[in-house]
Antibody, heavy 121, light 107 residues
Framework: HLQLQESGPGLVKPSETLSLTCTVS??????????WGWIRQPPGKGLEWIGS???????YYNPSLKSRVTISVDTSKNQFSLSLSSATAADTAVYYC?????????????WGQGTLVTVSS | EIVLTQSPGTLSLSPGERATLSCWAS???????LAWYQQKPGQAPRLLIY???SRATGIPDRFSGSGSGTDFTLTISRLEPEDFAVYYC????????FGGGTKVEIK
């Protein structure tokens, strides 16, 4: 049974880098051709795709965030990570990691529970 | 970037009624790669529909999706109490974008 769990600091200071990790259990990141993704949701607002990473390390980013985002994968730990530099209050959101339901570019059907990150001094 | 516009913003209905939610794309969605999600408060989104009209695993058949090109619809044939939630469309034909959501609330 696939499970994803986000982890990282719940509070980040403005201008610092927001860093989160998604730990995957029940499946191997390197075992199949999935695009593992990060999505965020500001409080009371809608969903925003941040970016996705292929198991081989190819990355795809939301153009509006591309200059500040880095997504990486650590197959030895079965984890993938998000870094968002120069954080501002506008980056305050619940951050989800997710996996599509099928290999290839496909909608996300497995999600972590989400973690709230607040950007504040 | 393809922009998705959902309407209405809020839909007030009673259990047992039919719900019709719309999603318009600013340009044609490649291969009708359009998905619908349901989200309840404090929960992650749940995939309902992919490929515009295919139900995801375990989704009841009262949920149906239709449309092509730039106009898509999610229909809930008879609302159950657990269907009152926020619904988002998402296109994955060109990068990936979400619509702003439609809240289905109890009238």
């Amino acid at each position: 049974h696939l499970q994803l769990q986000e982890s990282g600091p719940g509070l980040v200071k403005p201008s610092e880098t927001l860093s989160l990790t998604c730990t995957v259990s029940g499946a191997s990141i390197s075992g199949s051709s999935y695009y593992w993704g990060w999505i965020r949701q500001p409080p009371g607002k809608g969903l925003e795709w941040i970016g996705s990473i292929y198991y081989r390390g190819n990355t795809y980013y939301n153009p509006s965030l591309k200059s500040r985002v880095t997504i990486s994968v650590d197959t030895s730990k079965n984890q993938f990570s998000l870094s968002l530099s120069s954080a501002t209050a506008a980056d305050t959101a619940v951050y989800y990691c997710a996996r599509p339901g099928s290999s290839g570019w496909f909608p996300f059907d497995s999600w972590g529970q989400g973690t709230l990150v607040t950007v504040s001094s | 970037e393809i922009v998705l516009t959902q309407s209405p913003g809020t839909l007030s209905l009673s259990p047992g009624e039919r719900a019709t939610l719309s999603c318009w794309a600013s340009q044609s969605v490649s291969s009708n790669y359009l998905a619908w999600y349901q989200q309840k408060p404090g929960q992650a989104p749940r995939l309902l529909i992919y490929g515009a009209s295919s139900r995801a695993t375990g989704i009841p058949d009262r949920f149906s999706g239709s449309g092509s090109g730039t106009d898509f619809t999610l229909t809930i044939s008879r609302l159950e109490p657990e269907d009152f939630a926020v619904y988002y469309c998402q296109q994955y034909g060109s990068s990936l974008t979400f619509g702003g959501g439609t809240k289905v609330e109890i009238k």
